[in-house]
């Protein structure tokens, strides 16, 4: 009898009856984009400046450059140590080109 109504429910809950369904896409424009507001020309550029971008374009390379069979691009911009123009950046080039998951490191105004 439990054997039944297990089965029963089951039935009305959908589930062992649906047809497969295909997984959504995860990829924003088939490019897989890790960005970076980096200090290149402020006062803290010798610190999370050029080395982050390149550090991340290393780690790119080293993890063999793709994800999910998509490529990874890196995007970062210059905040020059302002708030401002650090969170206008994050506002309009970063979250404006597909990025999904943003990571503070160093450095960072915001």
Not at 16 to 42: H, N, Q, Y
Not at 56 to 74: N, Q, S, W, Y
Request: aromatic share 6%.
């Amino acid at each position: 009898m439990r054997l039944v109504l297990l089965a029963a429910c089951l039935v009305a809950l959908g589930i062992g009856t649906a047809a497969p369904v295909e997984p959504e896409e995860k990829v924003s424009d088939g490019v897989v984009r890790i960005g970076l507001i980096v200090d290149m020309s402020g006062p803290y550029s010798y610190l999370a400046g050029e080395g982050s971008v390149t550090a991340a374009r290393m780690a790119v390379e080293d993890f063999g450059g793709t994800v999910l069979g998509k490529p990874i691009e890196v995007v970062y911009t210059d905040h020059r140590n302002k708030p401002v123009i650090a969170a206008a950046q994050a506002r309009t080039k970063v979250m404006g080109s597909g990025l999904r998951t943003k990571v503070w490191g160093q450095g960072y105004t915001l």
